[in-house]
């Protein structure tokens, strides 16, 4: 029998999980590469859909060309995240598409075509590519995946020059770690993303003995670094689409807690995030508003 499928966590009660269903989601550290799964090997799939038409189709398009023919797939949204759109998407691929809604979001039932329709157009849409404008590897659905972020380029033009060993909390595609690494003073730094697709792109970008690319969540390193000299990071505000904000406070508390006393923090948010308390908390010795422009503030904060 071949395996069940599952990419992403749906809320509890929306949909049925296939029993011993085979994690997809590159968010989910320990999944499987679903670009990586043998065609016409799995019996059914449970997709929550990404809201990015290239990711959402990259993923649609695999994970068809993985069913078997005849293999029920079921695939939910949001409504207002791209849920309105799913039939469509799924038509385009030869589906004959069922659909219902509940819980404001839109669900699609399809059973696999024999010969499904322009799967190799939309993997290659979605597919990991270097990027002439960046000049660097990254792919759709990465955070910023085809422009540097306003926040991180701010924070770069502000880095001062780095030393001893580091880390790169919420890497993406490495463009911190590597205005960084231009240090010949760093001796050690660790990207760390919880998405594999960024870590994937990142290693790519960032061939440089001193570095290490590691795919975790930061809030749940368990310890794994201490001493560090500094740590620089664009915290993450947003968990399945929602602004969470005790998502950015947990990365300062993680920092916090992996730099040597004297160690420092350099940091950018976005201007509307409260995390001044948190910081005062996490760095009682110092934190010090180093600019505040553009919609953004970069911090300085030591241990």
Not at 132 to 159: C, H, I, K, N
Not at 208 to 218: I, S
Not at 237 to 262: C, N, T, V, Y
Not at 289 to 294: I, P, V, Y
Request: net charge neutral.
């Amino acid at each position: 029998m071949g395996a069940a499928l599952l990419y992403g966590v749906p809320a509890p009660g929306l949909a049925e999980t296939p029993a011993g269903a085979v994690q997809l989601s590159p968010l989910i550290p320990g999944s499987i590469d679903l670009a990586g799964l043998a065609d016409a090997s799995a019996d059914e799939a449970v997709v929550l859909a990404p809201p990015g038409v290239l990711e959402r189709d990259f993923v649609l398009a695999h994970v068809l060309r993985a069913l078997k023919p005849g293999a029920p797939l079921t695939v939910l949204a949001p409504k207002d995240k791209g849920g309105s759109r799913l039939k469509k998407a799924l038509e385009r691929f030869g589906c004959e598409v069922s659909e219902d809604a509940r819980r404001h979001h839109r669900f699609c039932y399809v059973t696999r075509p024999a010969a499904p329709k322009d799967l190799d157009i939309a993997m290659a849409a979605g597919a990991p590519r270097l990027s002439q404008s960046l000049g660097l590897w990254t792919q759709p659905g990465v955070f910023s995946w085809d422009r540097v972020d306003p926040g991180t380029a701010r924070l770069m033009e502000l880095l001062p020059t780095l030393s001893g060993k580091g880390a790169d909390l919420g890497c993406g595609i490495g463009v911190l770690s590597l205005e960084a690494l231009k240090s010949a003073k760093v001796t050690g730094l660790t990207a760390v993303d919880i998405d594999r697709r960024a870590v994937d792109c990142a290693r790519r970008n960032l061939e440089d003995p001193r570095l290490e690319v590691l795919w975790a969540d930061v809030r749940r390193l368990d310890g794994k670094f201490s001493g560090l000299d500094f740590v620089i990071m664009n915290p993450p505000f947003h968990d399945g689409g929602a602004e969470d904000r005790a998502l950015g406070m947990s990365f300062i508390r993680a920092a916090a807690a992996m730099l040597a006393p004297g160690g420092v923090c350099w940091m950018v948010a976005n201007r509307h995030l409260p995390y001044e308390a948190v910081l005062a908390e996490a760095f009682p010795k110092a934190v010090a508003l180093k600019a505040e422009a553009g919609g953004f503030k970069v911090y300085e904060a030591r241990k």
